[in-house]
């Protein structure tokens, strides 16, 4: 089978739209996926001081890696979870890929910023859903406090389906409201986007493999339970049958994004750390019991 622009023998085939590409023109594909999310969404503007955050698997190193290749300017994030030799592991794919893009990179450390590990904290919290307070939190924390402008993160197609997916079955309507490619600056929340929106975890997988990124493919381990796994799988089995559905369902969600409604929480600071918050302490400042405000050197 040829390649449906070139000559050269076609090595991967796309099954929505349909079409055999070979490797070169494979990556032009995401490239250009990633382009055109990039431009209809108008995630970057002019002059954005654009911070990615990177965890050392392979979606937001190819998304470090794509955004170079498109000639944009960035600095990285790296949060360092205190997950043993698996954060250990994450930590070098990180920066690697910078040393070789030669762009900046910020590593924050959790240990020696919160005192313990993810997975160290005595709680009936599940460790994924503190761990996601946590980055979150972090993320924003440091680009709001050092001027960053925009906060990219890797989320592809099958994280952002199984995510609108399982709000819908659940009619977390709030979710809902704020889910997309860009979520706008709000009082000192940073402007969040997702470039790698429209591309599956398959072809990131295979994009990195052409592109020789070295990533963390270990899991996690405390990855098992996440239920987001299940959502994902059902998923799959509809995209098998049904090429394109996960595309065009996030798509169409997007369309009609206006029929949920966001609440209207009333904000104010945090008398901790003085960021946005719905009581008096924030969640993070909460759960970590802070005394004084995170402070990154
Ligand atoms: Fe954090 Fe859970 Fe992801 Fe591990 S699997 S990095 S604990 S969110
Ligand atoms: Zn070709
Ligand atoms: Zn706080």
Wanted: net charge positive.
């Amino acid at each position: 089978m040829k390649c449906k622009f070139c000559n050269k023998e076609a090595e991967v085939t796309i099954r929505y739209p349909r079409m055999h590409l070979c490797e070169n023109h494979f990556k032009e594909y995401c490239e250009n996926r990633v382009k055109n999310v990039i431009d209809k969404h108008r995630l970057i503007e002019k002059d954005e001081k654009l911070l990615v955050a990177v965890s050392g698997g392979k979606d937001s190193l190819v998304l470090a890696y794509i955004l170079n290749k498109l000639g944009y300017e960035f600095e990285g994030l790296h949060i360092d979870l205190g997950i043993e030799d698996y954060s250990e592991m994450c930590k070098k794919s990180s920066k690697k890929i910078f040393s070789e893009i030669g762009l900046p990179l910020h590593i924050v450390k959790i240990k020696k910023l919160l005192g313990r590990g993810i997975g160290e904290v005595k709680t009936r919290r599940p460790v994924c859903s503190y761990c996601g307070l946590t980055k979150r939190y972090i993320m924003n924390k440091f680009a709001y406090d050092n001027g960053f402008t925009a906060v990219a993160t890797g989320h592809n197609l099958d994280d952002e389906s199984a995510f609108v997916f399982s709000n819908i079955l659940h009619w977390n309507i709030d979710y809902l409201s704020k889910q997309g490619p860009l979520l706008e600056a709000e009082d000192k929340f940073v402007k969040k986007i997702k470039p790698l929106y429209e591309l599956r975890d398959k072809e990131i997988s295979l994009y990195a493999s052409f592109a020789k990124i070295e990533h963390v493919t270990k899991k996690c381990k405390y990855a098992r339970g996440a239920t987001s796994i299940k959502y994902k799988k059902f998923l799959d089995i509809l995209e098998k049958d049904n090429p394109g559905i996960k595309l065009n369902f996030i798509r169409g969600f997007l369309r009609n994004r206006k029929i949920f409604k966001k609440k209207d929480f009333e904000l104010r600071e945090c008398e901790i750390c003085r960021m946005p918050s719905q009581g008096k302490r924030c969640a993070f400042c909460r759960f970590w019991r802070l005394k004084e405000p995170l402070m990154f050197q």
